[in-house]
Each structure stands twice: as C-alpha cells, then as structure tokens.
T-cell receptor, first 114, second 115 residues
Framework: DTGVSQNPRHKITKRGQNVTFRCDPI?????LYWYRQTLGQGPEFLTY????????KSRLLSDRFSAERPKGSFSTLEIQRTEQGDSAMYLC????????????FGPGTRLTVT | AQTVTQSQPEMSVQEAETVTLSCTYD???????LFWYKQPPSRQMILVIR??????QNATENRFSVNFQKAAKSFSLKISDSQLGDTAMYFC????????????FGAGTILRVKS
C-alpha cells in the first residue's frame, strides 16, 4: 500500500492554457474524491467517483472542469482555459466506504496560473 | 447544507501541555461521522480521529481524544502531552452517510507547539 499519489506536484501555467492532473488512489479503494484548497482555507468538495461512475459534482465545478476515472482506477482532472482564480491546491482522496468511511488524501497538486 | 465552524484561527501550546481545539457544526442529519484531520506544513492531510454520531462514547486515539456533544453540535479535539510534531493545521470535517460521503471542512486552526 503506497498511499494516494498525485502528479504533478506543482504546475505553473499561463492564463488560458489547459492543464490536467492525475490521481492514483489506494488500489482497493472504489471511491475517489477531488477537493480544492485555497491558501488558509479548508478543502472544498469538487466531485466524487464510485468506481468509474461520476456520481456527484459540486457547483464549484464549472464547465471548464472535467474529471474522469476510466476503468475505476486512476482519475484525471482537467481544467480548460485556466483563470487566475483557479490557482489552488487540488487534493485527491480515496476511500473504501463502509464501514469507516475514512478518506485518505494524496499530497496534492499546487496549480499557479500566471 | 451542512456547515462546520472552527472559531480559533490560531492556537499555541507549550510542549507536554494539553490543548483543546473547538469545532461546531450545523446539520439536520441524524446519521453522520465527524473527523479531525491534521495537515503539517507542506505535507499531506492525515486522519487524526473519527467519531460516529450514533456512538455516545467519545473517540480516543493515543494522545488525541474528542468531546462529542451531539445535542450542542459540538466536536472538540483534545491533544494531551503536546509534541513539536503536532504543529500543523487542524481541520474539523463533517460527513453525512448518504450521497457519496463527501467531507465538509471547517476553515482550520493553526496549532503551534512551542519548546
């Protein structure tokens, strides 16, 4: 068990560019979550997958954001036409669900939009 | 919608002493979990402790314990024998047991342990 991994760890991009982040959950975890954390704040929920199905999306997830989890394994989060307001830490977490529901977090991808 | 409030932006404690971090939440749900997560500087978030709302007994994990007051919707974290490695941002989080189990976080409390 190597924990949740995320790549890249840091991404600097210019406004208007597209970026894609990857999350590899703990192998036996069927639930995968994306959160966004801005400086000095708690993480905010973006979206949730159970296996390959995306079951919930936050209103924070504008049309420029898309997430996938093909085959219920790793997940990608893509942001199109990035804006400076997208600058944040993007966290991925995974969970096995019942009975304890604990979510295990990855190290995050820090996005800076210039 | 659920909300989580952490009213202490920053706390400090001397090494080996005890500190309590406060958390209140608002929900109309009856079945939920509460968590405390720790985020050390520039490091990833790790789970400190979990409390199931249906359990009256307060959860404990080594030096960490909670005071769960369901009627008051209060969930404080007590850290005993504080260590320098406890220096971190601490987040209180709420999870209802339906619809995907997403976490709703408070704004966090920065805890500094001083030697």
């Amino acid at each position: 068990d190597t924990g949740v991994s995320q790549n890249p760890r840091h991404k600097i991009t210019k406004r208007g560019q597209n970026v894609t982040f990857r999350c590899d959950p703990i192998s036996e975890h069927n639930r995968l979550y994306w959160y966004r954390q801005t400086l000095g704040q708690g993480p905010e929920f973006l979206t949730y997958f159970q296996n390959e199905a995306q079951l919930e999306k936050s209103r924070l997830l504008s049309d420029r954001f898309s997430a996938e989890r093909p085959k219920g394994s790793f997940s990608t989060l893509e942001i199109q036409r990035t804006e400076q307001g997208d600058s944040a830490m993007y966290l991925c977490a995974s969970s096995i669900g019942t009975p304890y529901y604990e979510q295990y977090f990855g190290p995050g991808t820090r996005l800076t939009v210039t | 919608a659920q909300t989580v409030t952490q009213s202490q932006p920053e706390m400090s404690v001397q090494e080996a002493e005890t500190v309590t971090l406060s958390c209140t939440y608002d929900t109309s749900e009856n079945n939920y979990y509460l968590f405390w997560y720790k985020q050390p500087p520039s490091r990833q978030m790790i789970l400190v402790i979990r409390q199931e709302a249906y359990k009256q007994q307060n959860a404990t994990e080594n030096r960490f314990s909670v005071n769960f007051q369901k009627a008051a919707k209060s969930f404080s974290l007590k850290i005993s024998d504080s260590q320098l490695g406890d220096t971190a941002m601490y987040f209180c989080a709420f999870m209802k047991l339906l619809y995907g189990n997403k976490l709703v976080f408070g704004a966090g409390t920065i805890l500094r342990v001083k030697s």
